[in-house]
């Protein structure tokens, strides 16, 4: 079963919402500036696949007869497998982006051969090393976060005791409700 929506291409790619412009296929595309398919599909695949997973997860825990699966041990280690999932699934969605998008930076205007840096290698490798080491550095400290939260598990809430039953006196007819 297919889903289509007509235009759709047309209405993203050129702005064009009487649908006159046509969007070229796949196959009107030079063989040398065509994507990767498969690698797109597996990887758009993968990170859809991850995203139920944590989406099932979720609902497996709202669905629970009782809501004490959480302090379940094996249910507590199966979510503290699960943790790295949605980073993994982020990155798949993004390579898949990322090559889908290709020969283009920006579709139809840029190719990646004309948006190339000017500026000297050296400069190009010293500023990544920097956002690869601040972002590990940032990476490091959530995980070590999370995975201390995680170990610690869910605080058992103490219960309130209820409050006392005070019978107030009623107050005597004439003083418009206000206690004597």
Not at 8 to 32: E, H, W
């Amino acid at each position: 079963m297919q889903i289509s929506v007509p235009c759709l291409g047309s209405i993203i790619l050129n702005r064009d919402f009487t649908c006159s412009k046509p969007v070229p296929g796949l196959k009107q595309v030079p063989r040398a500036a065509a994507t990767h398919g498969v690698c797109v599909l597996w990887l758009q695949d993968d990170a859809l696949h991850l995203d139920a997973d944590i989406l099932c997860n979720g609902l497996r825990h709202l669905a629970a007869p009782e809501r004490k699966t959480l302090h379940h041990a094996l249910f507590h280690r199966f979510m503290l497998i699960m943790f790295p999932v949605g980073v993994l699934a982020v990155i798949c969605g993004w390579i898949a982006a990322e090559t889908g998008r290709q020969p283009y930076v920006v579709y139809g205007k840029l190719t990646t051969t004309a948006a190339v840096s000017p500026l000297a290698p050296g400069l190009v490798v010293s500023s990544l090393t920097l956002f690869i080491l601040t972002y590990l550095t940032l990476l490091t400290l959530f995980i070590a976060y999370i995975v201390r939260a995680i170990r610690r598990g869910p605080e058992d809430v103490p219960r309130l005791a209820p409050a006392p039953l005070t019978q107030e006196k009623p107050a005597p007819v004439g003083t418009g409700g206000r206690p004597a």
